[in-house]
C-alpha cells in the first residue's frame, strides 16, 4: 500500500515538473516567474494559476480592443506577488479599466443637469484649437484652471456669442478637467433647470436650488433663453448669484446674449417691466465673472 503511494506521489511530481517546464515555453510565464523571488520548486506548484497570469497578460498584447475583456475577470489581469517567501495572486486592473474606474469616481464631483452627452463627456483634449477666433478664450480657461488650482482668487466667465459655436463645450471641458482634482462641479441648462424648480415638490426643490447656490464651481448655460417672470429673476437668480458673490464662488455663464442683451431680457418679466431689478442681476454677474464674446463658424450646421 504503501508503495503504491510513493508511486503516486512520485508520478504527480513528474507530471507537475513536466506541466511546469512546458509552461516554461511561453515568454509571458518566464516573465512572471522572473519577477517572482520564489525558487522552481514553489512555483511549480502553482503552475495552472502562473500560466492563468500569462494568458490574461497576453490577452492585452493580441486582443483588437486592448481591455483584457476576455480574462476572467473583465477587464483586470490576475497578478502573482510574494509577501514574507509566500506567493499571492490579486486582480489588477488594465491601464483602460483603471481610466475607467478613476473617470466613474471623479465625475461623482460634477452634477450636470440636463446638459447634453456631448457636454458632460467635454474635454480639453478635444477642444478645436484651429480657429484664431478662439484663442482668448483658450488661453482664459487655461489660466483660470492654473490660477483656480494654486488658491488665487479668480473670477468666473460671461461668454456669450453667436449659436453654434461651442461656447458650452469650451468651458464644460475646463470644468471637468477641475473635476479631476476633487473639486464639486454644477453643470446647469438654465431653462431647464427653472422649469423643473418650479414644478418640484419642496425637499427636491430645496436639493436642487441649494446645491446651485453652494458648489464649488457653477455654469449656467444658456442663460438669456428663459421664459422670464419676477419669480426666476428674483427668487431664483438672484439669490443664487448673491449668495456665490458673498462667498467668492466662480460663476460661469454662456448665452447667445451680451450683458446689455441680457440686462433688457431680464427688465421684461410677464407681469412687469422692472428696469432696475434687472440692473442689480447685470451688477452680480459682473462681479462674479469677466466677459468674453466668441463669434465663429457654426459648428452645428
Keep these: 500500500m504503501k508503495d503504491i503511494k510513493d508511486a503516486n506521489i512520485k508520478t504527480k511530481k ?11 515555453k511561453d515568454p509571458n510565464f518566464v516573465k512572471i516567474i522572473t519577477s517572482l523571488d520564489i525558487d522552481d520548486k514553489e512555483l511549480m506548484k ?107 482668487k479668480v473670477k468666473g466667465l460671461y461668454l456669450s456669442g453667436n449659436f453654434g459655436t461651442g461656447k458650452s463645450y469650451i468651458i464644460s471641458a475646463m470644468l471637468n ?12 441648462y438654465y431653462p431647464e433647470f427653472l422649469r423643473i424648480l418650479k414644478s418640484s415638490f419642496k425637499t427636491d426643490f430645496d436639493e436642487e436650488y441649494d446645491y446651485a447656490r453652494k458648489v464649488d464651481l457653477l455654469l449656467l448655460d444658456d442663460i438669456g433663453a428663459e421664459n422670464i417672470t ?3 429673476r428674483d427668487e431664483i437668480l438672484g439669490p443664487i448669484l448673491q449668495y456665490r458673490m458673498d462667498n467668492n464662488l466662480p460663476t460661469f455663464f454662456t448665452s447667445n446674449l451680451n450683458l446689455n442683451e441680457l440686462e433688457i431680457h431680464l427688465s421684461e418679466s410677464k407681469n412687469e417691466v422692472d428696469k432696475l431689478k434687472a440692473k442689480r442681476i447685470i451688477e452680480r454677474i459682473k462681479y462674479l465673472s469677466n466677459e468674453l464674446t466668441l463669434i465663429s463658424e457654426n459648428k452645428r450646421k
Excluded at 14 to 24: D, F, G, P, Q
Aim: hydrophobic share 30%; glycine share 4%.
Design 177 to 188: 478637467e477641475l473635476v479631476k482634482d476633487g473639486y464639486k462641479v454644477a453643470m446647469i
Design 14 to 24: 513528474i507530471n507537475l515538473e513536466a506541466e511546469y517546464l512546458k509552461a516554461k
Design 46 to 152: 502553482y503552475t495552472s494559476k502562473l500560466m492563468q497570469c500569462a494568458n490574461e497578460l497576453d490577452n492585452y498584447g493580441h486582443k483588437e480592443d486592448k481591455s483584457y475583456s476576455y480574462n476572467e475577470v473583465p477587464g483586470f489581469i490576475l497578478n502573482p506577488y510574494v509577501v514574507d517567501g509566500i506567493l499571492n495572486f490579486k486582480y489588477v486592473a488594465c491601464k483602460e479599466k483603471e481610466e475607467e474606474l478613476q473617470n466613474a469616481e471623479y465625475l461623482k464631483n460634477g452634477y450636470r443637469f440636463e446638459v447634453s452627452k456631448d457636454i458632460r463627456n467635454a474635454k480639453m483634449k478635444d477642444i478645436y484649437t484651429n480657429d484664431k477666433n478662439r484663442v482668448p478664450l483658450i488661453k482664459y480657461i487655461t489660466s483660470f484652471i492654473k490660477d483656480y488650482k494654486a488658491g488665487k
Design 230 to 232: 419676477s419669480w426666476s
